[in-house]
């Protein structure tokens, strides 16, 4: 089993885009205060899994069963010219 470590991703600062420590509570650059929400990953991904917003494909679905080659079908109307 392969161990892969979370993504942590960084903390831009909505004043001067610059990219930050997710621990930051301020802009290391210009002071701003960062955003320090919690998120609850669990609960959004619960959502989007109830409404599958993502638009993840769909399983495809099972083709009907084959037609008996022994079976005559009708015939076609000719072609009017």
Do not use: H
Not at 51 to 68: F, I, M, V, W, Y
Not at 71 to 79: D, E, S
Request: glycine share 6%; hydrophobic share 35%.
């Amino acid at each position: 089993m392969c161990f892969r470590p979370a993504e942590v991703s960084m903390k831009k600062c909505p004043a001067c885009g610059k990219p930050n420590k997710p621990v930051a509570t301020v802009c290391a650059a210009c002071g701003a205060e960062l955003d320090n929400s919690v998120k609850d990953f669990d609960a959004d991904q619960g959502a989007l899994d109830a409404t599958n917003t993502l638009g993840a494909p769909q399983a495809p679905q099972a083709p009907g069963a084959p037609k008996d080659p022994r079976v005559p079908t009708a015939p076609k109307p000719p072609a009017l010219q």
